[in-house]
Each structure stands twice: as C-alpha cells, then as structure tokens.
C-alpha cells in the first residue's frame, strides 16, 4: 500500500490549494479515504473523510467546514482536497489514507501546506 501526496505549498491567508492523493496496493474504489494533518508539537488530526463513490458521503472537521471540500476518482486512485479561505492554523502536514474517519494503513511522506503572510 501506498500513499502519494502532493500539491501543498506556502500560501497566503485567504487563499487557496488543492492537494492531491495518488494511492496504491489496495481496492480503491471499494475504500472510503481519509485527509489528516499534524502542525508542529500537535497530533495528528482528522480533516476530512469521504465514503465509496456509491452512495457517497462526507464528514469534516469542524474548524474546515464550510472552507475545505474532499473529493474522489476512481478512475485513477486518487482523493482530493480543495482548501479555501486559508487560514495560518491550517498550516501542517497533510497526509492520506484508507478508512473513514480513521488510518488503516502505514503513512506516506504527507505534504506541507504553509499558510503565511
């Protein structure tokens, strides 16, 4: 199994990314996905989950509600999350992986998302 991230980057308060998850070694479209983030001396938090695309449903964290939107693609095993309205407490790590609402798997190298003016 593995988990590719990328599209993070340093970005001002109120702007926008979307970040990216390549995963691999597993039945993706029969596998809810998840975003976490871990900023520096925190854990690692939960930030978005999505289900299988059929009958699909999605769950946030309440300090992203409303500004971050997870997505999926089964064609080419990847998940999304398009981050709006940034915030510098949204500064972090961001990692993927399988499951809802939880981690079933071994973590990738995640991708840094720096919001700062």
């Known amino acids: 199994v593995q988990f590719v991230e990328s599209g993070g980057g340093l970005v001002q308060p109120g702007g926008s990314l979307r970040l990216s998850c390549a995963a691999s070694?597993?039945?993706?479209?029969?596998?809810?996905m998840t975003w976490f983030r871990q900023a520096p001396g925190k854990e690692r938090e939960l930030v978005a989950t999505?289900?299988?695309?059929?009958?699909?449903?999605?769950k946030y964290a309440d300090s992203v509600r409303g500004r971050f939107t997870i997505s999926r693609d089964d064609a080419v095993n990847a998940v999304y999350l398009q981050m709006d309205n940034l915030k510098p407490e949204d500064t972090a790590v961001y990692y993927c992986?399988?499951?809802?609402?939880?981690?079933?798997?071994?973590w990738g190298q995640g991708t840094q998302v720096t919001v700062s003016s």
């Open positions: 992986n399988r499951g809802w609402a939880m981690a079933l798997e071994n």
């Open positions: 999505i289900t299988v695309s059929a009958g699909i449903s999605t």
């Open positions: 070694g597993f039945t993706f479209k029969r596998s809810a």
